[in-house]
């Protein structure tokens, strides 16, 4: 299970920054958490070298990864058409589970519990235990849903890219809604091991990150990430880790009770995958146009590079593995990669 004193350091750290840094979290999008940069919006990842020499080991797959998700140990896979279930040994065996699913299905991501991949009908919830058997649950939303997420107390939060409401489901059956000022790209939730977990989502259009108020049934704080906003992943204690792949910066934020802006570090290259590794208590971007990933320290006053490696091309997303594998995807037919042991420099 995790280990809470490596993060709960970084926590605190990230809780004693300067009021100046603070002061960049603002209630209003129109206020803007970055006055410096034009919004650009609209962020997509930009094109790869077609040469590569990526790090560890590689497998290759049929098809285009799409999306990518890891739980513990084990991974989900996502291509057009089939999402595939197994740890590093299973996909390197070719015996990682196969279901088929929707070409129409959405973002895919991890829980408390397994897996979560939005479909335009139904979420699936699968438990990478049991993976050849995902739990259904019905959806009765008006848009297809194409987000979705599951809180440690087993709510399911559901919404589309073009839908400004959040539906919420308890025991597989709708329990409400919330509004919000426009559609979801990524829908995640935020664990906290003291509260109700948090739900934080973006919107790419306007480059926006916003935490779900749900407990107090009402849209949160909402802030502009940088230029464009790329990605997201959730680390530990209410870390949330952003790509700004517009103005090439990772963005760390909190989102206990608002969602706040800590700290932005530049990135050498056109950041989209983020990360969160645990065991080393690091942030992992990856840059597209450079075929690497950066491994950031995030405990100080600005993200601090501790590390890079040589990614396969198109490394649209990336995981860490609960014994600090580091994974990447490509998401033009070059593989899924594996590096066991990223090199690191000495901690300051």
């Not at 594998?325 to 042991?341: E, I, R």
Request: proline fraction near 4%.
């Amino acid at each position: 299970m995790k280990s809470q004193s490596g993060s709960a350091l970084i926590l605190s750290s990230l809780l004693a920054l300067s009021a100046t840094a603070l002061a960049a979290c603002q209630p209003e999008v129109g206020v803007g958490a970055d006055p410096e940069t034009a919004v650009k919006g609209n962020a997509t990842p930009a094109a790869s070298p077609a040469k590569a020499d990526p790090d560890g080991t590689v497998v290759d797959l049929k098809g285009d990864i799409t999306d990518l998700a890891a739980f513990d140990d084990s991974l989900a896979v996502r291509t057009k058409d089939e999402l595939l279930i197994g740890s590093q040994k299973d996909f390197e065996e070719k015996k990682a589970t196969s279901l088929d699913i929707s070409a129409e299905c959405g973002d895919l991501s991890s829980s408390e519990s397994g897996f979560v991949l939005a479909c335009p009908d139904k979420v699936l919830l699968i438990d990478p235990a049991s993976a050849d058997s995902p739990q259904e649950v019905h959806m009765e939303e008006d848009s297809p849903v194409t987000a979705a997420t599951q809180l440690s107390s087993g709510e399911i939060f559901a919404t589309s890219a073009d839908s400004t409401t959040i539906g919420i489901y308890k025991d597989g059956k709708r329990d409400g809604d919330i509004e919000v000022e426009a559609g979801s790209d990524q829908l995640l939730a935020v664990p906290n091991s003291s509260a109700d977990d948090g739900v934080v989502r973006i919107h790419r259009e306007d480059s926006t990150i916003q935490n779900v108020d749900w407990t107090n049934d009402r849209a949160g704080g909402r802030l502009r990430v940088g230029q464009g906003v790329g990605s997201i992943a959730v680390g530990d204690n209410g870390v949330v880790l952003a790509s700004d792949t517009e103005g090439g910066r990772l963005a760390v934020y909190t989102s206990d009770d608002v969602v706040r802006l800590h700290q932005y570090g530049n990135v050498e290259g056109t950041p989209w995958g983020v990360t969160w590794d645990e065991k080393r208590n690091l942030a992992w971007v990856s840059a597209t146009d450079t075929n690497k990933a950066h491994a950031f320290e995030i405990a100080k006053g600005v993200p601090e590079l501790r590390g890079d490696l040589s990614t396969v091309p198109d490394a649209q997303n990336i995981a860490m593995l609960g014994d600090g594998t580091f994974v990447a995807a490509s998401a033009t037919g070059h593989g899924l990669q594996f590096v066991d042991a990223p090199h690191l420099k000495k901690e300051s």
